[in-house]
């Protein structure tokens, strides 16, 4: 089946520090990534998606300049969190859409904790 | 605008006992139903998904049936067990973009 992975899976860093999440896409060509954002005890929040070659489209409320999303590949998407700060702490979760048989299957990763002191 | 709505939770169930887990929405169009489980420390999984009225979706015993007639996708299973545990996202995926719309999530906890 279609596997997504992410790396790091656990990350702990400095305020003023940036971070880098990667994304892949382990077994088929993903033209479309998404980022989410959960909070404890909360739903995904969507915070983008991303195109193959193309800029990232920012929900509202979500900083573009905090949160820098690259898809430079069909397997391969980043999220780096720009000078982060403890309230950027949180579980971030990226997938990728599938399209079989003209239908559409989005796969998540197993996610990313950060932890920013 | 597209919503899911789940009931609240978190429900705590005796092993093989049976499991219902409501799901209402509302979207604009045909929607595509999903329900996702997040086992503890992990990502999303698909469980199973529905692409139009009255289809049936089912996985590892869980079923879900699209009824457009009350907008719902109600997830069900006979006889849960322990390793069921889980945090159950209910989503719907509306129009020709690809976003989805998540419930809150409901926490299912399964006592031996």
């Known amino acids: 089946g279609a596997v997504v992975s992410q790396h790091p899976s656990r990350v702990i860093c400095k305020s003023g520090t940036s971070v880098k999440i990667e994304c892949r896409s382990l077994?088929?060509?993903?033209?479309?990534m998404f980022w989410y954002r959960q909070f404890p005890k909360k739903s995904l929040m969507l915070m983008a998606t991303s195109n193959e070659g193309s800029k990232a489209t920012y929900e509202q409320g979500v900083e573009k300049d905090k949160f820098l999303i690259n898809h430079a590949s069909l397997t391969l998407s980043t999220l780096t969190v720009t000078s982060a700060h403890p309230e950027d702490s949180s579980f971030y979760i990226c997938?990728?859409?599938?399209?079989?048989?003209?239908?559409?299957?989005?796969?998540f990763g197993p996610g990313t904790r950060l932890l920013v002191l | 605008g597209n919503s899911v709505t789940q009931m609240e939770g978190p429900v705590t169930l005796s092993e093989e006992a049976f499991l219902t887990i409501n799901c209402t929405y509302t979207a604009t169009g045909y929607p595509s139903l999903f329900w996702y489980v997040q086992y503890p420390g992990e990502g999303l999984q698909l469980l199973l998904k529905?692409?139009?009225?009255?289809d049936k979706g089912s996985n590892k015993g869980f079923e879900a049936t699209y009824r457009k007639e009350t907008t719902s996708f109600h997830l069900e299973k006979g006889s849960v067990q322990v390793s069921d545990s889980a945090v159950y996202f209910c989503?719907?995926?509306?129009?020709?973009?690809?976003?989805?719309?998540f419930g809150k999530g409901i926490t299912l906890s399964v006592r031996p």
């Open positions: 997938s990728a859409s599938e399209s079989r048989g003209g239908l559409e299957t989005q796969y």
């Open positions: 989503a719907l995926r509306s129009g020709a973009n690809s976003k989805l719309t």
């Open positions: 529905a692409t139009k009225a009255d």
């Open positions: 077994d088929f060509q993903a033209t479309t």
